[in-house]
Structures are given as C-alpha cells and as structure tokens.
C-alpha cells in the first residue's frame, strides 16, 4: 500500500508474515489493519482514544481501551512474535519499564520516536525556544510528549537495559532515508526506528 | 386515534409465546415436565435465517425490549436506545429476539405459572435455575425459530453473562457475542447486596414462605426495599449527586423521618413502582442465578480454560463509573479471552451514569456499539 507513512512502511517490511503482533498505541488501526490484511498477521491493538477505538472496530481490528501507562499485565510473556510502538514512547509516564514490558510479551520489539536531535530541534533551541516541528507540533505547555530523547539518548538506555537493536533506521517525514541521514542520523533523521530483542 | 411512534423504534410489537413440551433438566437436578417461554421479535428473518439476533435481559427486566405493546404505552421497550431502524441493533438488518427468562414473572413459565401437579401456582416450589439453564431454554426456542445460529448474542449485566455462557454452551450457534457492563462471577460484595435484598423479601411477614399468592397478597415492603437497594447499586455516587444533591423536597428540614431528600423520593418511587410490575419469587431466583454465575468454576477457577472452546469473536464494553461490575471485572473476560488468542476488542467507556449506563445514549458507546455491528452485517451477507 503506497498511501502507507514511509515509517510504517518500513516496520510492515520488518515484520515476518504470518506472525502474531501487538500494537500499542494503534491509533486509527492503519498499521495494524495493513499487516492483517497484506501480511497475514494476527493480533490486537492497544488504544486509549474512544474515537480510534471505534475506527478500529470498524476496520475489524481486535482493538483493547487500554491505558499503555498501566502496563501490558493482561498479557502472558512471549505471546506475540512483535509488540510494536509507533511514536508513542516519548508520551509515555515510564517509557523504560515499558520497553521491558514489550520484551516481556513479545519476542522482539520495533519502536519509532521522533528524534529530538534533529538539527531543526538543536538549531531552536540554541536561539532558546522549545522546539517546534512537524514531528513535535505542540507548544511545551501542552504537548503530551513528556520523554523526549535522541537517537544517543534512546540506544544509551538500550545499552543499560540489555536490549540487543538489530536494526535501525531514521527517515523524515516526506523521504525515506538518504545519505545525509545515514551518514549522521542523530543531527539529520526526523524520525527513528529500531527493532530490537532482549539480549 | 392512531398514534405515531418515532421513526427509529420498531413501533407497535406483539409478545408471542412459544410452548416446549420436552422436560428441561435443570442445573439444581430438577426438571421442568414442561415450559413456555414469551418473547418479541423485531426485524424480519432474512431467507438464509442468518440475520437474528438474540438479546438477553438483565434482572429485573423482560421480554419486552423494544418498541410499545399498545398505544397507550407512555414508555418503550428497556433497550429502546439501542434496539431499532437505523440503531446499534439495526432491525433494517436484523431479525432480533427476545426471550423472557425461565423463571420470570412476565409470561415465561415461573413462580407465578401453575404447577403441573397441583394446579397452583409454584411459588417457592419453582426449581432454582441458572444462566445455564436459561441458555440451553434458549438453544430449544433458536431451533423453534428455525434458527441455526444467532448472528450474535448480546445482552447487558446478567444478560452479559448469559451472552457468554451461551458462546461456552454452544459455541457454533453464534457468530458474535456482545458482553456489556457485565463481569465473569459475582464477588462477595455482588453476593452480600443480593444477599440483603433476599433477606428484606423473605423477612417481610407477607411473604408467607414464598406461598403470598395463596394468601392473596405480596410482600410489598421487602420487594420495594430490595429494589431500593438495587437502584443504588445501579447509580454512581456523582450520577446521584447530579440527580438529587442534597435536595430537600420542601427547601428546609423537618427534623422528621418522611422523605425529605429527593433521593429518598426517588428510591421509595422506584421501590413502589417496582412492586406493581415486579414477582418477589422471581426476584429471590434471578438474584440467586447472578450468585451461581461463574462459569470458571469446573476449570479450576481458570477462566481461559472455561473460555478454551468459545468460536465467537467478541466485543466487551464496560463503563467507567459502574462500581456494580466495573471495568476491571469485564478486563478479566477479555484477559481470558485473550489467553486463547479468541479474538476479541474492549470497549471502556467514560459515563458517570454507573451500571445503568448500559441503557443509556451515551454517543462513545452508540458509536462503538454500532461499529461493531455493522461488522456482524457483513457477517451475515456472507
């Protein structure tokens, strides 16, 4: 599907068809609803937005109102093949418990968050502003992204945790990845994206 | 005069009732020689009888679930929100029925109908039933109907419970179960309100042992207080106090022990209306079916296992406020479900209405109610 965001692109290209995947925070279903029905994948989504909820029954979806904050704990270890997280980590009350939680359930995990090392980030705020992007609309009095890190920052606390990446890929939010943003990820990629499993 | 009915009710329904004359072994080890069991259909059965619907009513409701039996009616069906043209339970779509309980007091064979025996009624003497019961009662009225398997099963509270006994008791005969405001067993407290409920009915003098019908009277106090002490379970303490406050009826105390309080009002309405239309023997057995409920019991306590055989896909709905069966008791339906890799979504809606939000046009619920439904339609055309 050509109307699919690159990001997600790439993570449907990451997943093995057939297998059994967990999407938190699943939002309208896209992602979900695209692997169902074009990689033959199983599985549910959690989502706290009774708007999303109803767009994913609508799409057929498996979709549980779930508060990610509260933990996966309906869920057994090693019931799913993925548990994806799409830009949700950097909104989440305990974003490092909950990369456990989906080594827990999962046996691997693919994550995407936006990078607040992108240059247009540093270059707002060495000029002393918050920043603003297409990736971080909101203003710092009411964005919901209260865990903001970069690319560093991010594989730092993987390091710590004894999370293994096996891969990783940072696009922006038109292209996918080019040379610059291979060359230096954390100044030029706009979004991130790991898939990682438990050392 | 002819009256005109809204455009989205179903209008004027007739109840039907339909005789089993094969015993029913019951779950206490009873049989019942004999039953009839009073419904109402909404809808028309489409050729391949793939479109029906069977709605389960909750404790003190019936078979009447939509529309009016006569003109006159100044009040529709219990679940007139949800049951009509062009609402979650579309009757444009589906052919929906339901079915009075065994055991009630509205038509279904129960305390109040004769004993085969002796010709009078069986007051206390009617068998215990259970949801079981009630689910494979059912099962016989689905073949009478000449329907092979229900597009879905949905019900509310204890109608909840039914609709999921029903995908464990007969798990090809339906397609979907909708679970609302409902929980896999009582807890003790569930057990202890019903418990005092019993107590007010029983100990009421003119309850004569369940034998008041002889006596040409009821138990008009017991039932109203049990009612009454259901009413507050149904309400949340904020949907009480948007209702009633602190009101008083008159604006100043009266240092007295008439009801002051519009909340006092409100439960002694409710509690005396409800002894009109209301058996004190139904009652004691529906809350005795709640106490029974649990269907994890023969697994070991281990619901996924109970829930092991279940084919249909399901949707559980619960409400924020309902202190009754909260969210967290519906969760448990889902953590089963989800053990088995049943498919499954949730639905945790935010209401202060408590239990009886359930019946309520709350938009978030309508819209997820019907969002589901639309998909059990493509279901059936298929």
Redesign the interface.
Known sequence: MNSLRPELRIIADWITPGSRVLDLGCGDGTLLAHLVHHHNV?G?GLEID??N??????K???????DLDAGLS???ED?FDYVVMTEALQAMRYPDRLLKEMLRVGREGIITFPNFGHWSCRWQLLLGNMPVTPSLPAQWYNTPNIHLCTLTDFEKLCKNEHIHILERTVVDRTHESDVLMRLLPNLMGEIALYRFRKD | MAREFPDDSVGLVKSRTQHFSEPLELDSGACLPHYDLIYETYGELNATHSNAILICHALSSDHHAAGYNSPDDRKPGWWEVCIGPGKPIDTNRFFVVCSNNLGGCKGSTGPMSPHPETGTPYGPDFPIVTVRDWVRSQARLADALGIQQWAAVIGGSLGGMQALQWAMDFPDRLRHSVVIAAAPRLSAQNIAFNEVARQAIMSDPEFFNGRFYEHDTIPRRGLMLARMLGHITYLSDDAMRAKFGRELREGKPRFGFDVEFEVESYLRYQGKAFVDRFDANTYLLMTKALDYFDPAKDFEDDLSRALANVQARF?VIAFTSDWRFAPDRS?EI??AL??G?K????????AHQGHDAFLMPIP?YI??FS??T??IN?DAET
């Open positions: 199983s549910y009774p708007a909820i109803t767009t994913c029954v609508q057929g979806l498996n979709v549980l109102q779930t309906d869920f057994d019931s | 949707m969760r889902v953590k989800l053990d890799d498919e499954v979504s949730y639905a945790e809606v935010v978030n819209n997820v969002a589901y639309n998909l493509v």
